[in-house]
């Protein structure tokens, strides 16, 4: 419950603020967001599995978004960074689909 | 259906190392179950747990930031490229009917420039000045005459045989010979397609497009011609004429003369007068004399060793 609030709270925040993000960091967002889901989801899974653990959420989740960003940026410095991006994206979307295929088990049985 | 049967059957079967089964089987973090295993053993401090939760909190705040920032830029892009373009079209239409707008001024001021010079000359000199323009192709004119019609052959026709590359096409060579046969049949005025030539026009091609007075033509070319009346017989009789037959007998180009009665004939654009001047350098043009004007027929430069500049 507190979780969803904080969701919440952030995107009212982000919304409120309307931040304006620098065109350097541009390219990382979309990345940065699949990571992040990543992370949620894997949290969620986790939750509902009842191991749910506050450290490895954070950590899993700061270190997600900080190694699909330098996979990114790495993959720009060397010229392939659309081939490594899409690489990321599949990776973390075959991660992202696993953990919700769990919580479908959860929450429906099924 | 089986692989369910043979995980309830052995449920600890070691998989081959397989990375995108494993990607698949196992995708939650195994830290997790690690964590609660020591958990298990070692349950952490209530200080302890309650500052990890605070960090999840503000982790999840920042999420959603994330999302948000990241929803906001992706729609504020997308509109910025449709933007653009509309902008570039609004522009682009903007322009065209500026520029229309300045060429129908551009007429009418003509016009008025003509009236007022009809009216400051005499009689005479105004009829003079009439007769020059309508020759050099600056004026309408109306008139009897005769109109060339050139059309590409028709596309399927040679399509089928793969004989060349595409249907026969009208050249600019073809339609060149064919004004100039006109103007030696007694044409005197000319226009392809609405374009009056004048006696500094072109007729060139560029690409698969002809251009007359670089302003682009396309087929079917109509070439009008208003002259007197004997002309019709002399361009039919005319070397170019009896081409164009046997070119359009062989190849299905379409090719035809007809006379046509109170043809209209627009005017040309103004040309674009250019004018030789003598060179700056005072050595290179010994007299010295730089008031040589538009169309001055100035003796005193051709003699100058750098034999004109420009």
Not at chain 1, 35 to 64: E, H, M, P, T, Y
Request: glycine share 10%.
């Amino acid at each position: 419950m507190i979780a969803v609030l904080a969701l919440l709270a952030g995107v009212v925040l982000g919304v409120w603020l309307d931040p304006s993000v620098p065109a350097a960091l541009q390219p990382y967002l979309p990345i940065a967001v699949v990571a992040a889901l990543d992370a949620v989801f894997g949290g969620v899974r986790a939750k509902l599995d009842r191991i749910f653990d506050d450290k490895q959420f954070v950590v899993s989740f700061i270190s997600n978004v900080l190694v699909a960003a330098l996979i990114v940026y790495l993959g720009d410095q060397l010229g392939v960074g659309g081939q490594l991006s899409t690489g990321v994206v599949v990776v973390l979307g075959v991660r992202i689909f696993g953990n919700v295929a769990a919580i479908r088990r959860h929450l429906f049985r099924a | 259906m089986s692989v369910r049967r043979d995980e309830r059957e052995r449920p600890s079967r070691v998989y081959a190392p397989d990375f995108l089964t494993e990607l698949f089987r196992n995708p939650l973090e195994p830290g997790y179950a690690a964590a609660a295993q020591r958990r298990q053993v070692d349950p952490p401090s209530r200080w302890h747990s309650r500052s990890a939760r605070t960090v999840t909190v503000v982790v999840l705040v920042v999420l959603g930031f994330l999302l948000a920032v990241a929803y906001r830029q992706t729609m504020e892009d997308e509109p910025g490229r449709s933007q653009a373009r509309s902008g570039l079209v609004t522009q682009v239409k903007e322009r065209e009917r500026e520029t229309d707008e300045l060429s129908a001024r551009a007429d009418e001021l003509r016009e008025e420039v003509g009236r007022q010079r009809d009216a400051a000359l005499s009689g005479s000199a105004a009829a003079r000045l009439r007769d020059l323009e309508a020759g050099t192709g600056l004026g309408r004119v109306r008139g009897d005459g005769v109109v060339v019609r050139l059309a590409d052959a028709p596309g399927d026709a040679d399509a089928v045989t793969g004989a060349g590359a595409g249907p026969p096409r009208v050249l600019y060579s073809d339609l060149q010979g064919v004004a100039n046969a006109l103007w030696s049949a007694g044409a005197e005025a000319i226009s392809i397609n609405g374009q009056r030539l004048t006696a500094t026009s072109t007729i060139r091609s560029a690409g698969e497009a002809i251009l007359v007075d670089f302003r682009p033509v396309t087929g079917p070319y109509e070439v009008s011609a208003i002259g007197p009346g004997s002309m019709k017989r002399r361009f039919e009789q005319s070397r170019n004429a009896a081409l164009m037959r046997e070119v359009a007998e062989k190849t299905g180009l379409s090719f035809g003369v007809r006379e046509a009665d109170d043809l209209t004939l627009p005017a040309a654009p103004e040309p674009q007068l250019r004018y030789a001047e003598p060179s700056d350098n005072p050595s290179a043009s010994p007299s010295g004399d730089r008031s040589a004007g538009p169309g001055s027929t100035d003796s005193g430069t051709s003699p100058s060793p750098s034999g004109g500049g420009r």
